[in-house]
């Protein structure tokens, strides 16, 4: 089970006074090859078991939606995490409660938020076991009590200074002529925190082993539908490998790569070039767990991620990624 990416865990709040914390989706489609028939009874028990949302709709089943069950549950009710219910007028409202420019992306990416509330009340039952807060003590209270109880678990993670200069060295291209003294603490900030989420997946995945989570098929098959019509779902279903660049106008490193990105999207026929500027959408940032930019993301010709680097990156090492792709089969 996949815990939601650092993106939101560094801080992202998507509601008014909630913590959603989380982990990037992954668009990864792992269905298995079938070479020969299963022998009858293992064809029995695959039968028997429940259909999943990340078998079924792999970009629309982030975080805990992937091995949710899906079922006949709607259309008032859209998921269940061990029988509790997460109902439409619920999600509806909290996407009205957002502030106003994120509505949009909301709207867009309602998978995503109903994700977000799955995991909370997941968090919701750990702290009300823990005797944190009581039962229906009220949205407030909750949230406070979850927010002390993940600071909690990630408190006491350190940075050492061998761990700061080989971050320096690793990322020298995106910091430019910045001298290591002057970028230190901020590259503290920014192990600190992976630091962080390492310890929060931890203990998210400690605490939903049992969990039952169970969204609705029609509702699922609906927000997957709507989450993967755009430029960078269509190429990898194109049967083609795909590179995937995702970029700012004000970032220097991406200026840099930009004549490199361009020619070859004119050059290479044999592969799909797709540059996302993460300003313009906000929702394939998102959804990809882009952190750093620029970040390039590398699709085999069956659409699954298989290897991606953040920051500039040489024209011959690109090339050579992509010759790579091209060649397999």
């Not at 969990?211 to 755009?230: C, G, L, M, P, R």
């Not at 930009?258 to 020619?263: A, D, H, N, Y």
């Not at 952190?291 to 659409?303: A, M």
Request: aromatic residues 6%.
């Amino acid at each position: 089970m996949k815990i939601l990416t650092a993106v939101v865990f560094a801080g992202w709040t998507l509601f008014a006074g909630s913590l959603m914390a989380g982990e990037r989706a992954d668009v990864a489609n792992d269905q298995p090859v079938v070479e020969k028939a299963a022998p009858a009874g293992e064809a029995v028990a695959a039968a028997a078991k429940p259909r999943t949302a990340g078998s079924a709709y792999p970009e629309f089943a982030i975080g805990f939606l992937e091995d949710a069950e899906l079922a006949d549950i709607g259309p008032d009710v859209l998921a269940t995490v061990n029988g509790k219910e997460i109902t439409r007028e619920y999600l509806e409202q909290k996407i009205k409660d957002a502030p106003e420019e994120n509505r949009a992306m909301f709207e867009a990416t309602k998978g995503f938020i109903l994700a977000q509330l799955v995991q909370r009340e997941l968090m919701l039952e750990e702290a009300v076991k823990r005797g944190l807060v009581k039962k229906d003590a009220g949205e407030k209270a909750e949230n406070t009590a979850i927010r002390d109880m993940v600071d909690k678990q990630v408190e006491g993670v350190e940075a050492t200074d061998d761990e700061l200069r080989q971050a320096f060295k690793d990322h020298k291209e995106e910091l430019g002529d910045a001298a290591f003294e002057d970028v230190k603490e901020r590259i503290r900030d920014a192990l600190l925190q992976g630091k962080r989420q390492e310890k929060f997946i931890e203990f998210m995945e400690s605490i939903s082993k049992t969990a039952k989570v169970v969204v609705d098929d029609k509702w699922a098959a609906e927000q997957h539908k709507i989450i993967t019509d755009n430029p960078v779902d269509k190429a990898r279903a194109s049967g083609k490998p795909t590179m995937v660049e995702f970029y700012a106008d004000w970032c220097p490193p991406c200026k840099k790569m930009k004549p490199i990105i361009e020619e070859l999207r004119q050059n290479r026929k044999d592969a799909n070039i797709v540059s996302v500027n993460v300003d313009e959408n906000e929702t394939l940032s998102l959804r990809y767990g882009i952190r750093n930019l620029p970040t390039q993301v590398y699709f085999d010709r069956t659409g699954k991620e298989v290897d991606r680097h953040e920051g500039y990156i040489e024209k011959k090492a690109l090339e050579g990624k992509l010759d790579e792709l091209a060649a397999e089969k």
